[in-house]
């Protein structure tokens, strides 16, 4: 007798002849089409190829029915493999939804239940793990700041790419200015990411590999590909979905390209959906309802799967990690064992082979309400036909008579109390992992605003996570259907916040958002942005003050008095508050910023030093950083510093008058020979000059300086003379008797001299 094999069990999914007995047995046997999946006795060790489709909602893709679609490629997945018709996330949020892909386990079981905020555990095994253990090269792509690495995904993979850049801000002095972000969303379009994977899979494609590709275009804001007219679609989600799929025939050409299509599993797989409006919700996260939950799910590649055709049993993404171990012949992998033990999901393997398995409940959940807004989180139980979503105000809908989710059956007793039941029996089964809390640097924050998950400051709700008491009271708080009006109006508002759009309309708008849920400590801090950006510090202050009598840690906040305290230049009134945030958040670049720039102005470039030196280590083209850390060191006597750093702030932000008029009076004034370069400092100060079209008198000064510098004394009165002018029509006394005294200095000088 031969040993079964460790093999892959796709081999096992092929016609079973049995050249034993008449041929008529056989005949009858070929004709029912009766398949058997048993072992083969040859091992192979196929690739996966795992791409994760961000916001795809499985009803915008043309193999899903829908008529506008342009997926040519996911299409021909689909018809050549096996496509799921009911995959169903557990979480309409992009990190925990992966988490579970990864894990097989729901967010209360592996921790990670909204966007930025915490860690896996240690103990819990990943995808990328197993196959790393058996030998396979692990790699993943990421297009998302959201799956940075800091939250554990990147376990078990050699590259992990998720170099992201961090969104601009109008300003650099935004800290002291109060120049809000600009929010281009941190994320890099799909073609990086797939360039990126294919020139890792060119140097793995000769031995097994495991290949993450996130793609995460069709995420809000929608772009149009100009560029790409054949791809122009009238709807920009589609479009977007369009571009997504061209990507996707990118990386299938690859393996055409080299054979490997035939032994690479290729698994597409959304992480949620998108409301797109519906049932008032413009994206997601905030509620459950199927167009933020219904996902794709394709399964192709080896010839064993090819024409399995759709399957219409309900599965879900907690599905994922202990089908793909077992297609690949890792399920019995030690490794795995006990959390496949532990997990809810399950191989869907035997649906593979035209087998059933039997019918059973998926969970999903979204706490994102409360982290956003103070409101009650949502919970929902799905089966065959039944969907139940526990909120403050229950709904029950009949997924078989109405897909859409447009009557609420919570009346009917019966079914309701029964659906409940099942809610609350499922979540006794569930072995929930605490949260591992990793504070959310202010930085962090912006870039997940910058993606649409803002921070709404509400406190910890980790205890809520293991206590049944503590969860049960937060579906006491406001249902999110009654706030999502109020939510949209929020966004409104904070758009023309961004956009410096402050009139008494909006002033009025955001006092009303207020006054309609003043629980929501982002509204507050949003109206104290609001008067700040009207320049009406007091109540900006006592607005922000308020929030943080609620939730001393709300980062923004803090860093929002801070600002306005730099602006009315009440250092020694920012500095506990940022030194309270670093605490809390030890990376902070922008908290790290703002006290440095403090603390130049309290006398201690020392410490002023090393803030920024620690900004640079992060963000190493921070001009900002380059020029406060000129100031610093010059302070501290180190002028071959400062001149290296103002030069290095000017190269990466040419013009920018705050680091080119230090750098010009250096060149001119350093106490070090070598380092005085007059003739530079009047091409920086004439170029100043230009840019502020000789009406500004610190560059006019500077201008003056540099020619005396150069012993030309009477240029140097004659630009004085002007810049006189120039402060005398903005009534600036104090430069005005500067000037004078440097005007009677370089006549003087030319009286002396002939030039």
């Known amino acids: 007798m031969v040993a079964p094999s460790e093999s892959s069990p796709l081999n096992d999914c092929r016609w079973t002849v049995i050249v034993k007995g008449c041929s008529i047995f056989l005949s009858l046997l070929m004709l029912t089409g009766i398949t058997a999946c048993r072992r083969s006795l040859q091992p192979a060790r196929y690739n996966v190829l795992m791409i994760t489709l961000d916001t795809t909602r499985a009803d915008r ?19 050549e493999g096996t496509r799921f018709e009911h995959c169903r996330s557990p979480i309409p949020l992009t990190l925990p939804s992966h988490a579970s892909m990864m894990t097989g386990l729901y967010p209360p079981e592996h921790g990670l239940r909204v966007n930025g905020m915490d860690v896996l555990a240690p103990e819990l095994v990943t995808l990328p793990m197993v196959f790393s253990n058996a030998g396979y090269r692990c790699g993943a792509f ?128 959304g992480d949620h959906g998108e409301s797109l409006g519906e049932h008032g919700e413009a994206t997601h996260g905030l509620t459950l309802y199927e167009n933020a939950l219904h996902v794709p799910f394709i399964l192709s590649g080896p010839p064993r799967l090819r024409s399995v055709g759709p399957i219409p049993t309900p599965v879900g993404l907690v599905d994922l990690f202990p089908t793909l171990l077992e297609c690949t012949g890792l399920a019995n992998h030690p490794m795995a064992a006990a959390q496949l033990a532990r997990s809810k999901g399950r191989s869907l393997f035997p649906l593979l082979c035209k087998k059933n398995i039997p019918s ?18 949502q919970q929902a139980l799905i089966n065959q036909d039944w969907k139940l979503i526990r909120s403050p105000k229950m709904e029950l809908f009949d997924l078989s ?147 943080l009598d609620i939730n001393p840690d709300y980062s923004e906040s803090i860093n929002n008095l801070a600002m306005v305290y730099m602006i009315l230049q009440k250092f020694t009134d920012a500095e506990p508050l940022l030194r309270h945030e670093i605490e809390n958040s030890p990376q902070s670049i922008r908290a790290h910023k703002s006290m440095g720039y403090v603390l130049l102005h309290l006398g201690q470039p020392a410490k002023a030093r090393d803030h920024f030196e620690f900004v640079l280590s992060r963000e190493p083209e921070s001009h900002g950083a380059h020029k406060y850390l000129g100031d610093a060191l010059l302070q501290l006597g180190d002028e071959a510093g400062a001149l290296a750093h103002y030069t290095e702030s000017l190269r990466l932000n040419p013009g920018w008058m705050d680091a080119a008029l230090p750098l010009a009076h250096l060149l001119i004034s350093a106490h070090e020979p070598q380092l005085r370069d007059p003739s530079r400092a009047l091409q920086i100060a004439w170029q100043a000059c230009e840019t502020t079209e000789h009406h500004v008198v610190e560059p006019m000064t500077a201008l003056a300086a540099a020619y005396a510098a150069l012993g030309r004394p009477q240029k140097a009165a004659e630009v004085t003379e002007l810049a006189l002018a120039v402060a005398r029509e903005s009534t600036n006394e104090t430069a005005g008797l500067a000037l004078k005294s440097d005007l009677d200095r370089y006549l003087r000088a030319a009286a002396g001299s002939e030039e």
């Open 360 to 377: 059973r409940s998926l969970y999903a959940e979204t706490i994102h309400p409360y982290h956003q807004f103070g409101w009650a989180p």
């Open 61 to 79: 893709l043309g193999c899903y029915g829908y008529p506008l679609a342009l997926t040519p490629t996911l299409d021909q997945l689909a018809r």
């Open 142 to 269: 990421i297009a998302a700041t959201v799956l940075d690495h800091r939250h554990g995904l990147n376990r078990g993979c050699e590259i992990y790419n998720d170099h992201i850049e961090t969104p601009k801000i109008s300003s650099e002095d935004y800290e002291r200015t109060g120049h809000l972000p600009d929010l281009t969303p941190p994320m890099r379009p799909g073609a990086q990411v797939v360039d990126d994977a294919l020139v890792w899979l060119d140097t793995v494609r000769d031995r097994p590999f495991f290949a993450w590709v996130h793609l995460y275009d069709p995420h809000y804001p929608y772009e149009r590909h100009d560029a790409l007219p054949q791809l122009r679609r009238e709807d920009p989600y589609d479009e977007e979905i369009a571009y997504t799929d061209w990507q996707v025939g990118r990386l299938v050409k690859w393996l055409d390209r080299y054979g490997l299509k035939r032994k690479t599993l290729i698994v597409i797989v």
């Open 401 to 547: 008579r109405d897909a859409h989710e447009n009557t609420n059956r919570w009346n009917d007793a019966e079914q309701s109390r029964a659906a409940l039941n099942q809610l609350r029996d499922f979540e006794k089964t569930l072995e929930r992992t605490p949260p591992i809390s990793q504070p959310l640097a202010s930085d962090d924050i912006r870039k997940l605003e910058a993606l649409g998950y803002v921070a709404g400051g509400q406190k910890s709700i980790s205890d809520a996570y293991t206590n049944e008491d503590a969860w049960a009271a937060l579906f006491t708080l406001r249902d999110i259907k009654d706030g999502l009006d109020i939510a949209r109006k929020s966004f409104s508002i904070r758009a023309k916040i961004i956009v410096n759009d402050v009139g008494d309309d909006v002033l009025e708008q955001a006092k009303t958002l207020v006054k309609e849920s003043p629980e929501t400590l982002f509204f507050q801090n949003l109206l104290g942005c609001l008067y700040l950006r009207r320049n009406e510090y007091d109540p900006a202050i006592a607005i922000f003050r308020h929030t």
